[in-house]
């Protein structure tokens, strides 16, 4: 939520250039103050993107880990594959794990530019980085890119040098169910049962399907609902799908595999003492609960376009406009907008 914070210098800020224009005008600014004063905080444009206020966040993920063991290298090696995280990596270049942010599908632009600290196996698996692979080809690992969802077309052109380590990994592609649906006897059914697009499949041979990585498949959840007596809780407790059946049963959660669930933040939230933090790293939606955001440096900064922005959204002239497409006097409008 973007803050509007009250400003005595308001009526000011939305007068400026009003001088000597009419008497309404005085009026109709000191409504609009009336209700942001009243308000305070007002939900303007929506939620923002987290990127944008990295600029001011506090670590506090040192003195909250759980155990002492964890170290700053081990918290860097799990935020440097956090797809959420880039900001905050790119301005900690020199503490980024390098074989982590190489299947980041977020950090190609810093993967472009550091060639040289890329691990090309973590790589391989990487959706986002199909531009690197395909200028790196010599530097693939074949066996790793079969599981790469958005390498279907260099696939393609090696399955018929595949060997069954390949096939193992081509199980767990999303995208590659035309091939592996003419090739059941290649399949690996521990690896194939995590294959969100293989869910078709699987409930046609529950007898050979591998229940703990079934668990972790977010699309079969139906299949679990109605089989919980073969449920791995540790696998189900990892699935973002699976919040509804988890909350329904706590007392089977584990909590380092939920940590790390981007679905289960308001579970978290109410249980901060269960948290794993060393899990939580790489949880893309809980960077709020690792860090602490620095509102006073926030307010400075967006402090620009605070001005811009009330000047805009708050001209007399503006909602006098939209009084008017609604054949409605000002203050009704306004009331109406802000009650």
């Known amino acids: 939520m973007w803050m509007i914070y009250w400003s005595p210098h308001l009526i000011n800020i939305l007068g400026e250039s009003y001088n000597g224009v009419s008497y309404n005008y005085d009026k109709k600014i000191e409504m609009i103050y009336s209700f942001i004063y009243k308000f305070k905080i007002i939900n303007m444009i929506g939620k923002p993107i987290y990127c944008e206020i990295t600029e001011y966040v506090k670590p506090k993920y040192e003195r909250d880990l759980k155990s002492p ?24 270049i020199d503490k980024i794990n390098w074989k982590e942010l190489s299947k980041n599908p977020n950090a190609i632009h810093i993967l472009e530019k550091n060639l040289d600290k890329i691990n090309w196996v973590n790589l391989s698996t990487n959706p986002g980085a199909i531009r690197i692979i395909e200028k790196n080809m010599d530097k693939i690992y074949p066996i790793y890119l079969a599981e790469n969802p958005n390498a279907i077309h260099l696939i393609e052109k090696q399955l018929k040098s595949y060997y069954r380590t ?71 407790s990892c699935n973002p799908n699976a919040i509804k059946l988890l909350e329904k049963n706590l007392d089977r959660v584990n909590w380092y595999a939920l940590s790390s669930n981007p679905n289960a933040i308001h579970m978290l939230e109410k ?48 909602i006098q406009r939209f009084a008017d497409k609604y054949e409605m006097e000002f203050f009704e409008y306004l009331e109406i907008l802000y009650n």
């Open 69 to 92: 063991t964890y170290s700053k290298m081990v918290c860097w090696q799990q935020l440097s594959g956090n797809p959420n995280a880039i900001p905050i990596l790119e301005r900690n």
């Open 166 to 236: 390949e096939w193992i990994h081509l199980s767990k592609n999303p995208n590659a169910i035309h091939i592996l649906r003419d090739q059941l006897h290649m399949i690996c059914w521990k690896e194939f049962s995590l294959n969100p697009n293989a869910i078709p499949i699987l409930e046609d041979a529950l007898h050979v399907v591998d229940w703990y990585s079934l668990s972790r498949n977010p699309n079969a959840i139906p299949i679990l609902d109605q089989n919980t007596q073969k449920i791995y809780w540790y696998g189900l």
């Open 271 to 318: 249980n901060p003492e269960k948290i794993y933090w060393h899990s939580l790293l790489s949880n893309p939606n809980a960077l709020h609960l690792i860090f602490d955001l620095d509102y006073e440096e926030m307010r400075k900064q967006n402090r620009e376009f605070y001005l811009d922005l009330i000047k805009y959204t708050m001209h007399p002239d503006r």
